[in-house]
């Protein structure tokens, strides 16, 4: 069971991450439930939680807390007021399963299993097989077969310490306005290469390859390659229209 906290009402974790960015980076590990608690009542958390109810295709909680505290850092809302605020989220079947977290006791818990118990539970469901990753926003990828020039996603990895010693450098000695101009450049202007298990004469001079006349994506002649080989050459700026990629 993995639980979140959504911060404030901009919807982010601490972490500066939307519920959703949150859900695309942990779902890989195939989580029993998934939830948030703490920091905001039920009233201003149901969003999120219907949000995350939306996109996970396992068990969702959530643990509000007992409204907002006061000016002495307590917390004023009964156990009664507090079940009918989460009555929607049982009446529009958000969640498998309710609790409390600050400033909520037994008589809060006893209230809200006393309401929750008429309706039925959340019931699982399937989502889209999709690309999905995140940063602070969620990326969800879904290239179009009939148009794949308009759906087109280039992937660059130079920010990656075990792929670029620059990077690698400026992230050790803490020099992130360096970091961020390695990334700026990489956005500005892609080139992917990759030559396994071959020769450079078996290859023809990759650095030859990548003159402007290639800067649209099309691969290089492979004919003279064995079976067994890959070999890869993409050059594209993301102001360039793509040329659709053929092998």
Same mark, same amino acid.
């Given at each position: 069971?993995?639980?979140?906290?959504?911060?404030?009402?901009?919807?982010?974790? #601490?972490?500066?991450?939307?519920?959703?960015?949150?859900?695309?980076?942990?779902?890989?590990?195939?989580?029993?439930?998934?939830?948030?608690?703490?920091?905001?009542?039920?009233?201003?958390?149901?969003?999120?939680?219907?949000?995350?109810?939306?996109?996970?295709?396992?068990?969702?909680?959530?643990?509000?807390?007992?409204?907002?505290?006061?000016?002495?850092?307590?917390?004023?809302?009964?156990?009664?007021? /507090?079940?009918?605020?989460?009555?929607?989220?049982?009446?529009? @079947?958000?969640?498998?399963?309710?609790? @409390?977290?600050?400033?909520?006791?037994?008589?809060?818990?006893?209230?809200?299993?006393? /309401?929750?118990?008429?309706?039925?539970?959340?019931?699982?469901?399937?989502?889209?097989?999709?690309?999905?990753?995140?940063?602070?926003?969620?990326?969800?990828?879904?290239?179009?077969?009939?148009?794949?020039?308009?759906?087109?996603?280039?992937?660059?990895?130079?920010?990656?310490?075990?792929?670029? #010693?620059?990077?690698?450098?400026?992230?050790?000695?803490?020099?992130?306005?360096?970091?961020?101009?390695?990334?700026?450049?990489?956005?500005?202007?892609?080139?992917?290469?990759?030559?396994?298990?071959?020769?450079?004469?078996?290859?023809?001079?990759?650095?030859?390859?990548?003159?402007? @006349?290639?800067?649209?994506?099309?691969?290089?002649?492979?004919?003279?390659?064995?079976?067994?080989?890959?070999?890869? #050459?993409?050059?594209?700026?993301?102001?360039?229209?793509?040329?659709?990629?053929?092998?």
């Amino acid at each position: 069971m993995i639980s979140g906290t959504i911060v404030d009402n901009s919807g982010r974790t #601490l972490s500066g991450q939307t519920n959703e960015a949150f859900w695309s980076s942990i779902n890989q590990a195939k989580p029993f439930a998934v939830g948030l608690n703490c920091a905001l009542g039920a009233t201003d958390m149901k969003k999120y939680i219907a949000n995350l109810s939306k996109c996970a295709d396992c068990y969702v909680f959530c643990y509000p807390n007992a409204g907002l505290p006061n000016a002495m850092g307590g917390y004023d809302q009964k156990g009664p007021e /507090m079940a009918e605020e989460i009555r929607p989220f049982c009446e529009e @079947g958000l969640v498998n399963a309710i609790g @409390g977290c600050c400033g909520t006791g037994p008589e809060h818990i006893a209230a809200i299993k006393a /309401m929750a118990s008429k309706y039925p539970a959340r019931k699982k469901h399937e989502v889209e097989p999709l690309l999905r990753i995140s940063g602070l926003e969620p990326l969800n990828y879904k290239p179009d077969p009939s148009n794949m020039r308009s759906t087109f996603l280039n992937l660059g990895e130079r920010c990656n310490v075990a792929g670029s #010693l620059l990077f690698k450098k400026a992230i050790i000695d803490n020099d992130y306005d360096k970091a961020l101009a390695i990334a700026l450049k990489q956005v500005s202007s892609v080139v992917f290469c990759s030559a396994p298990m071959l020769t450079l004469d078996s290859f023809a001079d990759p650095a030859r390859r990548a003159r402007p @006349g290639h800067q649209h994506g099309r691969w290089p002649d492979r004919r003279h390659e064995r079976d067994d080989q890959v070999c890869q #050459l993409v050059c594209l700026r993301p102001r360039d229209q793509p040329r659709a990629l053929h092998d």
